[in-house]
């Protein structure tokens, strides 16, 4: 397990954090709707050699979820800035996933965060982004953040699933479900969705090629979520960038095809 048993106040929010492992720091940024524990596969490897740094971004996992909270990716690239003055990390290696991929290049080309390398997985970073669930919600946010609590375990299971190519088993699912239940979790999975906005992505777009670190890019081959033909444009606009299309794996890599981000991150990492 990877769990995030330690906290910050970022403006008021609390951001859970945790580290583990030994070695030059790797910062890992989850995505949605997951959180830290979506690298809870990941990490025991990376950490034999590495210190890995990892939260939850704020609205999700465990940190702070109130009504009203800004949790759009315009503000979780302050966070992950506030994050990494926080733990004092000049030029970190990041791994982002999903909208950490977003908030990972935000930081960077917009508040002047600095990485050694920057790995990217299956990343939000250009247009169109957005499942047919996920613009239906954005129009019916209050109708769907009322649901019956069978119901909404019902739409997580099968959204959550619809990420990975391999079936996720009742105990595969319950880490990235609890997170998004009852009175403070189900209204907190749809003001997420409710505040997703292309215009985040489209403000930054035009700085992929200023990148200032080494980028490389990891795309799983199934992917429903994104299509690979983004992983091919966002290659064509970071400078330098080589894109790795992984057999057998959907969205959610970090589930389907783990070994092939320790792989990539080890030998990346490794100059």
Known sequence: MITPTQTFDWNGTTIAWGTTGSGPPIVLVHGTPFSSHVWHR????LARGHTLYFYDLPGYGRSDKREGQDVSLGI?????????????????????????????????????CDYDRLLLIDPV???PW?????RHVRQ????????????QAAILKAYVSGAATRPLSDS?????IAPWTGSVGQPAFYRQIAQMDQRFTDEVEPLYGQLRCPVTLLWGEEDRWIPPQSGQKLAAMLPGCALTLVPGSGHLMQEDRPEAIVAAALRFFAG
């Open 42 to 45: 990941v990490a025991p490897e």
């Open 76 to 112: 979780q690239n302050k966070a992950l800035a506030a994050m990494l003055a926080f733990w004092k990390l000049d030029r970190p290696q990041i791994i982002a996933h999903d909208f950490g991929g977003a908030t990972a290049l935000r930081a960077h080309l917009i508040d002047g």
């Open 125 to 127: 970073a250009v247009r």
């Open 130 to 134: 957005g499942s047919p669930f996920v």
């Open 140 to 151: 019916h946010e209050a109708a769907f953040a009322g649901l019956p609590d069978y119901i």
């Open 172 to 176: 595969d699912l319950e880490p990235y």
